[in-house]
Nanobody
Framework: QVQLVESGGGLVQAGGSLRLSCAAS?????MGWFRQAPGKEREFVAA????????VYADSVKGRFAISRDNAKNTVYLQMNSLKPEDTAVYYC???????????????????WGQGTQVTVSS
């Protein structure tokens, strides 16, 4: 069983930066970040492979967000720069329970989820 705990959310002005962290207990493979805004479905943000060598991003965050992981700490990060009001959402960390070479982007691919952390970007 894998447990995920996110941290680092908060309130920031447009153009600012935040760094989210997700600490995992147990063995993890590919990991991802998703977000859900009020009244909207949960959507993919970014994912990283087990060894950190492969990353995938949603078009809406490419060039602004960066996902990384530190396997020694069993932690994955999401560095968010140039934040926009439309980035406001609850951000969730997710872990895949099987080894897949390429990180996946569907919510259905991930078996473990954190409780979420709120990110609010003011204009």
């Amino acid at each position: 069983q894998v447990q995920l705990v996110e941290s680092g959310g908060g309130l920031v002005q447009a153009g600012g930066s935040l760094r989210l962290s997700c600490a995992a207990s147990g063995r993890t493979y590919n990991m991802g970040w998703f977000r859900q805004a009020p009244g909207k479905e949960r959507e993919f943000v970014a994912a990283v492979s087990r060894n950190g060598g492969s990353t995938v991003y949603a078009d809406s965050v490419k060039g602004r967000f960066a996902i990384s992981r530190d396997n020694a700490k069993n932690t994955v990060y999401l560095q968010m720069n140039s934040l926009k009001p439309e980035d406001t959402a609850v951000y969730y960390c997710a872990a895949d329970s099987v080894f897949i070479i390429q990180p996946r982007t569907s919510t259905r691919a991930y078996d473990y989820w954190g409780q979420g952390t709120q990110v609010t970007v003011s204009s």
